[in-house]
């Protein structure tokens, strides 16, 4: 069964510093998100991406934050200047749809990127 | 801003007794999908819920869709210790966005 994929599992690193968390969408999907989750708490969206661009964002999604899919398989989170309240799990999700109205949006979850900023 | 309310936040519930979560957004949803989430594991998808007043079951669980498109709920009948994780429902407006998800906690 296809899967998204992520890495590194874990990403440990020091406040200021730049990260790149990657991920590879199932092949077929057209549609990648980035969401954190920061221990035992909700989900939040970050940005959705589509046709090369970003769709949507949300209010986390600041300057400091960059999404690209280099290539036809990756697609990757830059964080430029990592801040301690960074420090979360980082999903990846992608899907065949977008979602919007009654289109069927089923995403699919990567296993994640957990990421600790000293 | 937009929000999406889960209630309640933990649950406790006997093995083969019934559980409920409810889901309230403040605006209205296109549409609204449920994800369960085991402990330490990521997001999965349950179920997508579109039309107003819709029900939908899969095996024990049962979600449905309010006539106003703001509210759901899911509802797990006889529940199994495989029922353990937190569900999230999860509401598109212009952005998604996520409940705060119900921690369901199974006692033998």
């Known amino acids: 069964e296809p899967e998204v994929t992520q890495t590194p599992s874990h990403q440990v690193t020091q406040m200021g510093q730049e990260v790149i968390l990657r991920c590879v969408p199932i092949s077929n999907h057209l549609y990648f998100y980035w969401y954190r989750q920061i221990l035992g708490q909700k989900v939040e969206f970050l940005v959705s991406?589509?046709?090369?661009?970003?769709?949507?964002k949300s209010e986390i999604f600041d300057d400091q934050f960059s999404v690209e899919r280099p290539d036809g398989s990756n697609f990757t989170l830059k964080i430029r200047s990592t801040k301690l309240e960074d420090s979360a799990m980082y999903f990846c999700?992608?899907?065949?749809?977008?979602?919007?109205?009654?289109?069927?949006?089923?995403?699919?979850f990567g296993p994640g990127t957990r990421l600790t900023v000293l | 801003g937009q929000q999406v309310m889960q209630i309640p936040q933990y649950q406790h519930v006997q093995e083969g007794e019934d559980f409920t979560t409810y889901c309230n957004s403040s605006?209205?949803?296109?549409?609204i999908q449920w994800y369960k989430q085991r402990p330490g594991g990521h997001p999965v998808f349950l179920i997508q819920l579109v039309k107003s007043g819709e029900v939908k079951k899969q095996k024990r669980l049962t979600f449905q869709f309010g006539e106003a498109k703001k509210n759901s709920s899911l509802h797990i009948t006889a529940t199994q210790t495989t029922d353990v994780g937190t569900y999230f429902c999860?509401?598109?407006?212009?952005?998604?966005?996520f409940g705060k998800g119900t921690r369901l906690h199974i006692l033998p």
């Open positions: 605006t209205t949803l296109s549409n």
């Open positions: 999700a992608s899907s065949v749809t977008s979602g919007r109205g009654s289109s069927y949006n089923e995403q699919f």
């Open positions: 991406f589509y046709n090369n661009e970003i769709s949507e």
């Open positions: 999860a509401g598109p407006r212009d952005k998604i966005i």
